[in-house]
């Protein structure tokens, strides 16, 4: 079924053409049952050395981490059909059943719509953390799935920002008519993509525009810069007086002050 190098680790620079981005996920025992069996099943079927019971990162390309989503929603439908069934000799409940008929049909709706090949053309703006807007970049795309819209603007957030290293966990995403006020809607799962075909189509008819907004987080640490702290943190720690006064710290007070300071830092 895969043809690539199991001996070849994943990064961002390796990337290729079938696999443009990947999906930053975390391994934990408060998984939705079914995508803890998938993670689970794929864990024993390709023999990865991995300890189910303890927390991990991993990532998937565009299509598992759709199939991924969609074991969730399945998941929250259930629950939602099975709550509402309990409760069904009240009124109000025989409302919301009802609803929640439609809401089984709308899942269906979406994986269906998800297959249709469609154009949409969007005004692309993003936001960074604590600095103004970068210009706007209007982009015109050809999508039959969610991850095709969000892998192309995944592109151009690494382009436009010069930061070839970004990852889709460092923003967030959403949509609204262009020069409309608010915050808009998110864009992150089946049911958001939605929400966008159908106001796209509205805004198509008026006319109009969207904008999908990304919206770029605080800027971490980086994994290096930290890992280099700690260890100077550790060095300070692991002096011995003789080491002190070489560097010339030769009062107990200035010591005990350098290794109380490198214990708060940590």
């Known amino acids: ?23 930053s996920q975390v ?7 079914k995508q803890y069996k998938y993670i689970k099943d794929n864990v024993t079927r390709f023999n990865y050395s991995l300890d189910l019971t303890t927390k991990f990162n991993f990532t998937l390309c565009s299509s ?22 309990n409760n069904k000799t009240n009124d109000d409940c025989i409302i919301l059943d009802e609803s929640n008929d439609n809401t089984k049909h709308e899942f269906e709706v979406d994986e269906k719509s998800e297959t249709e ?7 692309l703006v993003i936001k960074p953390f604590a600095d103004p807007s970068l210009p706007s ?8 799935l969610l991850d095709d819209i969000l892998a192309d603007i ?10 070839r290293e970004i990852m889709h966990s460092d923003y967030s995403v959403s949509f609204k008519p262009e ?17 966008f075909l159908s106001d796209y189509k509205k805004l198509v008819d008026k006319k109009k525009n969207m904008s999908i907004i990304v919206s770029l987080k605080k800027k971490r640490q980086k994994r290096k810069e930290i890992s280099d702290s700690e260890e100077s943190e550790n060095q300070i720690n692991d002096l011995t007086n003789a080491e002190f006064d070489q560097l010339g ?17 940590k």
């Open 1 to 23: 079924m895969y043809s690539c190098d199991k001996t070849i680790k994943p990064s961002k620079k390796n990337r290729t053409n079938k696999v443009k981005v990947a999906y």
């Open 27 to 33: 391994f934990a025992s408060e998984l939705f049952s």
């Open 64 to 85: 598992c981490h759709s199939y991924f989503q969609r074991q969730r929603k399945s998941i929250i439908t259930k629950d939602t059909s099975n709550s509402l069934e």
């Open 117 to 123: 090949q469609i154009t949409i053309s969007f005004n």
């Open 137 to 144: 970049k209007w982009l015109e795309i050809e999508t039959s």
């Open 154 to 163: 995944h592109h151009y957030v690494g382009k436009l920002t010069g930061d």
């Open 179 to 195: 020069k409309s006020e608010g915050v808009g809607a998110q864009l992150e799962d089946i049911q958001d993509y939605k929400k």
């Open 249 to 265: 710290v030769n009062k107990i007070g200035w010591r005990k002050t350098f290794r109380a300071a490198a214990k708060r830092y």
